[in-house]
């Protein structure tokens, strides 16, 4: 599986970006695509993920809770997250990943798949 991510930019405070993730390969490698994002000089950070299994459930860090949304496009092939109010301290290298695990884990290391990362710029 290759993921692809993209849709970064430079925002202002309070505006809104829409990241894609678009997979490629097999769509039974992974039964989650979760979002991280990373700041320079520290841990890669989850905030959210999506489930392909029957559930289709999907779940927010509280720190993007209400303010995100994460989604998948029909084909199940591409998932997005929308992003609306944005903050300064919301500024990161965003990456998608997949997850083999049965469950919606916010643990880096139960990811198997990542993208390149897209950057996030949020500044007046």
């Known amino acids: 599986v290759q993921l692809q991510a993209s849709g970064g930019g430079s925002v202002q405070p309070g505006g809104s970006l829409r990241l894609s993730c678009v997979a490629s390969?097999?769509?039974?490698?992974?039964?989650?695509i979760g979002w991280f994002r990373q700041v320079p000089g520290k841990e890669r950070e989850w905030i959210s993920c999506?489930?392909?299994?029957?559930?289709?459930?999907?779940y927010y860090a509280d720190s993007v809770k209400g303010r995100f949304t994460i989604s998948s496009g029909n084909a199940k092939d591409t998932v997005y997250l929308q992003m609306n109010s944005l903050k300064p301290d919301d500024s990161a290298v965003y990456y998608c990943a997949g997850s083999t695990a049965g469950w919606p884990s916010t643990d880096r290391s139960e990811y198997a798949y990542w993208g390149q990362g897209t950057l996030v710029t949020v500044s007046s």
């Open positions: 390969g097999s769509r039974l490698d992974y039964h989650y």
């Open positions: 999506i489930s392909f299994l029957s559930d289709g459930y999907d």
